[in-house]
């Protein structure tokens, strides 16, 4: 039996940030995974306050997409390195910037994250993923477990950009490897 390839993604990152974008932050970032392609306008974020205790007041929310699809099955390595990078940037303890990163691709959004749940499937590294978000009828489709922010208007819109601009890549990628031929 052969098995197909998966398809690629793309690589995008929701940031909290009390130090907005720095610009180290940024070249870790791409030195790690290539170019960014697009970065979101922060917005402040609103949505929960559980982050405050560790990061403090005036979290900011944006969103950076790549230039590099990926393989999906990146995404566990792909925490690790942003939980390091994290690190960095600690102070007194507590993460002053925090990174998720998560793939889309036609269909979805989904998440990697260090914390088991009930509807999050193992990836490796000790690490779990969840389908956060479902692409349907010209929009997402969130579910119970959805993080709010992701539920909200603007978020969603974001994604949708990023996802126009995923599509034109893979459309590019895939004539690239037909000329290849």
């Excluded at 499937?121 to 479902?134: D, F, P, R």
């Excluded at 994604?159 to 990628?173: G, Q």
């Amino acid at each position: 039996m052969e098995y197909k390839s998966y398809d690629d993604v793309m690589l995008f990152m929701g940031v909290l940030s009390v130090k907005g974008f720095p610009q180290a932050l940024r070249t870790r970032l791409e030195e790690n995974f290539g170019p960014i392609k697009s970065i979101s306008e922060p917005f402040p974020f609103s949505f929960t306050d559980y982050y405050v205790p560790e990061m403090g007041e005036g979290i900011e929310r944006f969103f950076i997409s790549f230039s590099t699809l990926i393989s999906p099955d990146k995404l566990a390595t792909i925490k690790v390195i942003t939980n390091e990078i994290e690190k960095e940037y600690e102070e007194e303890g507590g993460r002053k910037i925090n990174l998720d990163p998560g793939t889309l691709s036609e269909s979805n959004i989904i998440l990697a994250t260090t914390k088991n749940r009930s509807h999050r499937i193992a990836i490796g590294q000790k690490l779990y993923a969840e389908l956060t978000l479902m692409y349907k009828n010209h929009g997402y489709v969130s579910f119970p477990w959805t993080y709010s922010d992701y539920k909200s208007e603007r978020v969603q819109n974001t994604l949708l950009e990023f996802r126009k601009e995923y599509l034109l890549m893979r459309k590019e990628a895939l004539k690239n490897k037909k000329e290849e031929k």
